[in-house]
């Protein structure tokens, strides 16, 4: 009975929407196509989330990324915030 209680008054924090998307910072783990998307690694109110994303230039794996648009609930627009393009594998740059 006293874990029932404790369990119903335990404080708990807010599960993270769409709204909690927007102005987070992550990285990019499936690379981003400049027509499609990609996967990135976000952390949201604490707690580390993947989701697709696209954005308007190519993006390669490890590359560090800024949310500007939640265009779902598991979907994101994002923009790059490396100083410079990071290399494909290849060697070419994005």
Same mark, same amino acid.
């Given at each position: 009975? &006293?874990?029932?209680?404790?369990?119903r008054?335990? @404080?708990?924090?807010?599960?993270p929407?769409?709204?909690h998307?927007? /102005?987070?910072?992550?990285v990019?783990?499936?690379? #981003?196509? +400049?027509? /499609?998307? /990609?996967?990135? &690694?976000?952390?949201v109110?604490g707690?580390?989330?993947?989701l697709?994303?696209?954005?308007?230039r @190519?993006?390669?794996a490890g590359t @560090? #990324?800024?949310?500007?648009?939640?265009?779902s609930?598991?979907?994101v627009?994002?923009?790059?915030?490396a100083?410079?393009p990071?290399?494909?594998? +290849? /060697?070419?740059?994005?």
């Open positions: 009975m &006293r874990l029932s209680r404790a369990l008054t335990m @404080p708990t924090t807010a599960t929407t769409r709204h998307l927007v /102005g987070a910072q992550g990019v783990v499936s690379a #981003v196509p +400049g027509a /499609g998307y /990609g996967e990135v &690694r976000l952390t109110t707690q580390q989330v993947k697709a994303a696209r954005c308007d @190519p993006l390669v @560090p #990324v800024y949310v500007v648009e939640a265009l609930e598991t979907a627009q994002v923009v790059s915030t100083p410079d990071l290399p494909e594998p +290849g /060697g070419e740059t994005a």
